[in-house]
Each structure stands twice: as C-alpha cells, then as structure tokens.
C-alpha cells in the first residue's frame, strides 16, 4: 500500500481539518491515565492515551486532513502582560517531560505536522491556523482540546471536540453548544471571563462578579466595551461601582482571555493531508512502543483478534455520521 491509498484519507465533498491541542491532550491522558510502562520500564501513559485519542478522532470524524499544535517552554506574551500568569500551575511533571518527545516521534513517523512558535500558547496557533482555513473553501475544522477557552473560536466554519471525562467522553460544540453551556456567543466567551475571570489561569476578572452576573451583563451589552461605554443604564448600584473599581482589571483580563489569530505561522494544508500517513510505519512503532491493542484500530478492517470491537466501532462511526458538522 502506498502512501497516498493510506486507509484514512478518504475524498471529502466537503473536507474536514483537524487540529489537536497537544499540550492539552497530553495532560488529560497522563492524569486520566494509571502508570503505563513499557517492557524496558518506560513510562508512556499519557503518549498512550494520545495515541488513542488521536485514533478516535480521525475514525470518528474521517478528516482529510490533521495537525497538531504544542505550547513552547518559552513565556509567551500573556505572561509579560500580567506577571501572575498561570501562576498557581504546577509544573509539568517530570516523568511527563520525556513522552512528550515521544509524542513528537509519533507525529513524525504518522507524517503529520507540527505548529509552535515561541511567545505564543497553543491556543493560539490553533485559532491562527483555524482562521486561515476558515478561508478556504469547503474545508470545515475540528478543534481537539480539552481548555474550554477554545470555545470563543467555534463558528459555522470551526467546532470543538472536547473530552468531559478523561478521554471515554467527548462532547462537540458548535455555536448552539456554547450557547448553552455559557449562556453567551463564542465570540462573547472572552467577554464574559474579562468579568467573572479564570482561576486555572489565575487572572481574577472583577471581584465579586460570578459566572450568573456576568453571563447576565454580556447578554444585555454584547461586549466589555459596551457595557462601560453604557455603565450608567445599571441599575444595581453595588454592580456599578465594582464594575467601576475594577475596570483596569477586566480590560487586562479580557486581553489574556482572547485568543490571538494572527500568530506569524502559515497554513501549509497539503502537508496537512492525512494520505501522506504510512500505516505499516506507524504500526511497527505502536509495535515498538507495545501499544498492541492499538494496533487493530490502524488496519482498513477490524482483524479476527478484534472481532469485539466491531460492533462498538460501527456505533461510533453511525453516531459520527449523525453529527452535522458543517
């Protein structure tokens, strides 16, 4: 078999990209995971639980084309912006460090291409990236990411996988998802945490103002400017005068909420085709790896050791074809 009969790509009427949150994924998988060690005693859970979400996305969704993209070690530019950046994160784990260079082997021998640049988060490569191929005709994206800050950048053109628990569940948000779960636009998200803000970025928003307040201001005033150019139509005087005592700080939060789209990175979308991937190259490292029962999920058809999955795999793809996309 050639490369470009690979079994995955497949022509598309209306194609589909796929764009996965590296750094995201990876940390999901090693806290959702146990220790999974190799034979030699290497620890690869977290490059296990990659690997498998990256197999479920592309047979769930078929994408004609895949990238991925990582945040560099690097400060990036939200972090000059506001010292206290991230700054209850912990560091990554050191036994998380090595499989990350696993991860990129993986990624090199499947032919699938990594973006990362320094200053900048991965999220927004991604919403550069998903923005330059929201301009190209009949090619629809999917965001693969765990980090809900993704979800400003959901459109008719881009829609966001996102695991809800660890990596068995993922739920898709297109616009009427966001809408429901926030109570806001995609493009209000940044709006709405410029108020209520982020612990897990540790930026605070304005004190005292919740998730219900503050999805109640945007829905009146569609966006942080708005509401305090029209600070005066509150009502509620205790609301006014916190909005008004923390302004500099919604307007600094609103700025590390939004994601940027115009990273210096340019889209490359025939290296991004999924035909350039070499099945018997990956599977002799999923073989080297030991990660044998990922090993069936790379053959055109499930083989007689696989027969169990089969039904659980129709399911998936009738479920997959259910969901209109774009």
Known sequence: MTKKQSLFFRKLKN???????????????????????TSKGELVNAV??????LLKTIQDFRPSHLAVCFDRPKPTFRKKMFA?????????????????????????????????????????VIGTIAAQAAKIKNLGTIIVSGDRDMLQLVSDRVKVYAPVKGLSEAKLYDEKAVLEKWGVLPSQVPDLKALMGD?????????????????ELIKRF?????????????????????LIKEEKAAV?????????????????LEK???????????????????????????????????????VQRKEEKKEAEQIKLF
């Open 272 to 310: 991004c085709e999924l035909s350039n991937l070499d099945r018997e190259e990956v599977r002799r490292l999923m073989e080297e790896l030991e990660f044998k029962i990922l090993i069936p999920r790379l053959a055109d058809r499930p083989d007689k050791k696989a027969e169990g999955q089969k």
């Open 252 to 268: 600094i939060a609103k700025q590390l909420a939004t994601i940027v789209t115009d990273v210096p990175v340019s889209l490359n």
């Open 199 to 215: 612990p897990s970025d540790n930026y605070p928003g304005v004190a005292g103002i919740g998730p219900k307040t503050a999805g």
């Open 15 to 37: 194609e589909k990209f796929v764009l996965i949150d590296g750094n995201a994924i990876l940390h999901r998988a090693y806290h959702a995971l146990p220790p999974l060690t």
């Open 84 to 124: 206290n950046y991230q700054a209850k994160r912990p560091k990554m784990a050191e036994d998380l460090i090595p499989q990350v260079a696993l991860v990129h082997k993986v990624l090199e021998v499947m032919e699938i291409p990594i973006f990362e640049i320094d200053g900048y988060e991965a999220d927004d």
């Open 222 to 242: 569609k966006t942080l400017e708005k509401l305090y150019e029209e600070i005066e139509k509150l009502e509620n005087e205790k609301t006014k005068e916190k």
């Open 48 to 53: 296990f639980g990659f690997c498998s979400m």
